[in-house]
């Protein structure tokens, strides 16, 4: 089966630009979860939905940031506009919504610079 | 505050030697879970184990071994006869409470190092 799938991979743009980040989760999985690595600060969750639905949000550092679930395959994290302190590693993951509580499965992550 | 610490930034240690990753938790909740991942170069993050707060038996996978003790609220990570294929970064996350499954509290991770 296949694991979550994120593109881009790898994202290169410059300061002010709108950056579109996209998930499809395992078939399957209600729940997702997007996270953010950096050195300074580590794994940090940005939000996560259950069955299309946003949760909790409070990891989303400001209003640049948005996320959406449109449906049961696809999701996306926005930023708009993009700064240098944006760039950081953004993970996807996903799991069932059951309990007990399922593991959660990431995706290979996207790197993002922001120049 | 921070509820799950894993004083170790990084060990590095050489072939063949035993490696043990200490994972510290914090929780007030009787029903929590504790997962380790494994993070090699490529970036990755890949599930090792899940355990829940009711299941204290320590658990063996081939060359790996977890040690779970609630009286210390610790759940540590033993890689047996390391092998250069294990050096990775390594972390612990805690999921507390039902409403809050979703939420992972990772720690800040432990590098190990493998030379041959």
Known sequence: DAGVIQSPRHEVTEMGQEVTLRCKPISGHNSLFWYRQTMMRGLELLIYFNNNVPIDDSGMPEDRFSAKMPNASFSTLKIQPSEPRDSAVYFCASKTAGAPVDTQYFGPGTRLTVL | ????????????????????????????????????????????????????????????????????????????????????????????????????????????GTQVVVTP
């Open chain 2, 1 to 108: 505050a921070q509820k799950v610490t894993q004083a170790q930034t990084e060990i590095s240690v050489v072939e063949k030697e035993d490696v043990t990753l200490d994972c510290v938790y914090e929780t007030r909740d009787t029903t929590y879970y504790l997962f380790w991942y494994k993070q090699p170069p490529s970036g990755e993050l890949v599930f090792l184990i899940r355990r829940n707060s009711f299941d204290e038996q320590n658990e063996i996978s081939g060359r790996y071994s977890w040690n779970f003790q609630k009286s210390t609220s610790s759940f540590n990570f033993t890689i047996t006869a390391s092998q250069v294929v294990d050096s990775a970064v390594y972390f612990c996350a805690l999921s507390e409470a039902p409403d809050s499954w979703g939420k992972f509290q990772f720690g800040a």
